[in-house]
Every structure is written in C-alpha cells, then in structure tokens.
C-alpha cells in the first residue's frame, strides 16, 4: 500500500469516529494492512463487544492486561496522533457531559518545539497540486477508565517488547557509530513527541514493555484470555451456586477442578464448569497470585501481590 494511500485509509478511519460509534483502528491486522514483520493478533473483547486490533506479541499481551482491570471501559489501539490541534479523545463521551477537557496540540507544532523532523508525503490535494503533508504518527494503546470518584481519564501505552528499544530504534541490526547516535536520538525524539502531545490534553504516557512483566504472568494472562467471553448453555443460578462451591474449595485449600468434575458429572457440561472457573479468575472473583502458575487440578495460589496492585502504577494518574 503506498503512503498516499495510507494517508487516505488513516484518515477517513479516524476522524469519523464519534463516541456512540465503533472504533476502527488505523491499521487493522490483516496482513495486506500490517506492516510489513508485524506479528499480528486479533482479540475479540466481551468488555468491548468488538474485536481488538494488534501489531506486535507485545501489544496482544498488554492488551489483555488493560482489559483485565474492572475499571477500563474502552481501549483504542492505532489511535492516530493529530498533526493539527484536536479534541481530547474523551470530548463528547456521555460521561464527560458538562465539562470542556482541553484539546491535543498537534505533532507538527509539537515536532518544531522539540527539533524533530516530522514525516512528510507527497499528496495530491483538491486543486490536483502535489504538496508537501505531515503524515500522522500512531500510538499503541489507549486506555480509558473510571476514576476512584467515577469519573473517565484516558492512559496512553507505548509498548516495546524490551524496555532498550525506548532508547534506539532498529536495536539489534548492525549500524555504524553515527548511525546509532541517529536512531536513539530518532527514538528519544519520537517518544518525547508523543509524550507531550498526550500531556498537553492532560494524559500521562506510559512506557510498558514485555520484559517487565514475567514469564509466568504473561501465560496466566493469555490462558484467562483464551476463557474469558465463552458462552454457557447452563442456567445462571446454577452457576452461582458453582461458583460459591468453587470459592469455598480455594478457601479450603482444595483443587477446584474436583468441583468441575462433580458438577459435570451430575449435570453434564463439565468444559463449561472448567471455563467458569477460569472466567471467576478473569473477572477478579478469585484473586490468585499471578506469579505462580493457575493449575486448577493443584489448589490455587491466593494471598500472594495482586497484578494489579504490583502495576498499579501502569493505570494511574495524570500527566505532570
């Protein structure tokens, strides 16, 4: 696809979107639309009622963490960075009715404070005359929550799979010394451009990177994700009597799979119990200890640091 018609693609993509609408990313992750070495994921969200598009292993992962927090309402990926003053991403939200949150300077003014090039391409406007057109950043992840006091706030995630790369673009390929002195000031550059375009609407920008969160914790969340918006065929009362059995095996310090397995036995369904199980995990019902594996035929790990509570910080606050 060529820039001018990515332009194009990203644009009308973008600035039609109005809160009430669905959200269609920049790039959709398909391979005719990623670039090009992308490992592209595609998660459909029962939160969000709609599918998550992904780039990178990375994005998929801190994608799931996001929507793992109860007080995220919606996540925008490929959210593109205005090169032109706009609104803040939350204008026009219902629950922002009353107030006037301040808008987004743009990344050509921006660009100019910091003495960073910004990208161009040759277009073609309206008169048939080429010209000269800032081509528009994208950013990773969008977070937008519920406050402690009930109010929304939005997050903005910049995701890495190794917390070097904030510091050097292209890391790992051979370059000369004057090369590499032009990519970490390239990627300096890049991540301050994005940081003070959120915080002019007030929104903090996070560096997360895959390398932060471990190993074992990374596979709970895919494993949760995997379970987290299956259908059931089985009454609800049923299963909140299940659950409450299934609770009073963790309390206990018994393997829950026991109670699965003697629900499935007596009723049937018994994949649909063991997806439940993992589904009260998913929805914090059962707070298990992330850092140790989620084994139901093994007594689950509880009492150990809440995930959310050990990255606490990945979700607060506002930009200084």
């Known amino acids: 696809m060529k820039p001018q018609e990515r332009f194009d693609l990203i644009m009308g993509r973008q600035s039609r979107f109005e809160w009430g609408g669905e959200?269609?990313?920049?790039?959709?992750?398909?391979?005719?639309?990623?670039?090009?070495?992308?490992?592209?994921?595609?998660?459909?969200?029962?939160?969000?009622?709609r599918t998550i598009h992904l780039l990178s292993g990375p994005e998929k992962l801190f994608a799931q963490m996001a929507l793992y927090h109860p007080a995220l309402f919606e996540l925008h990926e490929q959210k593109m960075l205005w090169p032109i003053h706009a609104p803040h991403p939350l204008r026009g939200h219902p629950l922002t009715k009353g107030t006037f949150p301040p808008p987004l300077s743009g990344t050509v003014e921006i660009a100019r404070q910091i003495g960073f090039k910004h990208y161009e391409i040759t277009k073609e406007d309206a008169a048939g005359v080429w010209r000269k057109m800032p081509y528009p950043y994208l950013g990773d992840l969008l977070l937008y929550l519920h406050s402690d006091c009930g109010g929304p706030f939005a997050i903005n995630w910049t995701v890495k799979d190794d917390s070097s790369a904030f510091h050097e673009r292209r890391r790992g390929k051979a370059k000369t010394a004057v090369q590499q002195k032009k990519d970490r000031e390239h990627a300096e550059l890049r991540g301050e451009l994005e940081r003070r375009y959120y915080a002019s609407a007030?929104?903090?920008?996070?560096?997360?990177?895959?390398?932060?969160?471990?190993?074992?914790?990374?596979?709970?969340?895919?494993?949760?994700?995997?379970?987290?918006?299956?259908?059931?065929?089985?009454?609800?009362?049923?299963?909140?009597?299940?659950?409450?059995?299934?609770?009073?095996?963790?309390?206990?310090?018994?393997?829950?799979?026991?109670?699965?397995?003697?629900?499935?036995?007596?009723?049937?369904?018994?994949?649909?119990?063991?997806?439940?199980?993992?589904?009260?995990?998913?929805?914090r019902k059962i707070l298990v200890d992330f850092h140790e594996p989620i084994l139901i035929d093994h007594p689950l790990v509880t009492g150990g640091c809440d995930l959310l509570v050990e990255f606490s910080s990945f979700f607060e606050g506002t930009a200084p």
């Open 202 to 283: 007030g929104i903090r920008t996070v560096e997360v990177s895959r390398d932060l969160l471990p190993p074992v914790v990374q596979a709970n969340l895919d494993l949760l994700y995997c379970m987290h918006d299956l259908d059931f065929s089985i009454g609800s009362s049923l299963l909140d009597d299940f659950s409450a059995e299934v609770a009073d095996s963790v309390d206990r310090g018994d393997p829950v799979a026991y109670v699965a397995i003697e629900y499935g036995a007596r009723w049937g369904f018994r994949d649909q119990f063991i997806a439940k199980i993992y589904q009260d995990i998913w929805d």
């Open 23 to 49: 959200y269609v990313p920049s790039i959709l992750a398909f391979p005719r639309e990623a670039p090009k070495g992308s490992r592209i994921s595609r998660l459909h969200s029962r939160k969000l009622g």
